[in-house]
């Protein structure tokens, strides 16, 4: 499975050859840097470590100061392994955005935007009670009834509650990569990815 890391720039649209209107994410994937080159025989599995994006040596650890210095490179601030790597790679080598090719389908890893505590109508699509009758006050927007009385005389788990929301790993499967400016390392993906503006992005091939 190949893949690297970028960086979600925001979102855009185009026209494709047809006339057809088409929202995309405008992400800058790589350059990436090899950092390590893990093998069944050292590590116990094959594996291929990228790194990304710049980072000020006085903010890095020695520790991983000299594990850059290995792969003869700047101290970087996202590291993430490949399993499986489709192609071999050498410690040091750099991947650039020209490891996708257009109409190729990928699947995106992001975390999610982080919305806070929210309550059961936004967190859980609760449709709320409606119309206020008979002197009911503020009530259209809470859960109502738990459904639990004496026995068991405690909220069963799972129970649809308000709660802190977002903020989590996701996946988004089989998006069409339909633009690839390898100069500037940048793709275009159609539809939507999760995370916010900025946020570190994973996209595996």
Do not use: W
Not at 6 to 22: E, H, L
Not at 179 to 192: E, H, R, T, Y
């Amino acid at each position: 499975m190949s893949g690297l890391i970028g960086k979600k720039i925001g979102m855009t649209s185009f026209f494709d050859a047809n006339g057809k209107y088409v929202p995309c994410t405008v992400i800058e994937v790589g350059p990436c840097v090899v950092t390590q080159v893990k093998t069944n025989e050292k590590d116990g599995y094959s594996a291929l470590q990228l790194s990304f994006d710049e980072k000020k040596e006085k903010h890095t650890s020695s520790a991983m100061k000299g594990h850059f210095e290995l792969a003869k490179t700047t101290p970087k601030r996202k590291v993430v392994e490949f399993r499986h790597f489709e192609e071999s790679k050498n410690l040091g080598d750099v991947l650039t955005a020209d490891l996708f090719a257009e109409g190729d389908f990928v699947d995106v890893v992001g975390t999610s935007k982080g919305k806070g505590f929210q309550g059961v109508v936004k967190r859980h699509g609760f449709g709320g009670v409606g119309g206020t009758t008979h002197g009911q006050h503020d009530r259209s927007r809470a859960p109502g009834s738990l459904g639990a009385s004496s026995d068991p005389s405690r909220v069963m788990k799972g129970m649809r509650m308000g709660g802190r929301m977002g903020g989590n790993r996701k996946k988004v499967q089989n998006l069409q990569v339909v633009k690839v400016m390898a100069d500037k390392n940048v793709i275009l993906i159609k539809g939507s990815v999760p995370g916010a503006k900025g946020s570190y992005v994973i996209i595996e091939k």
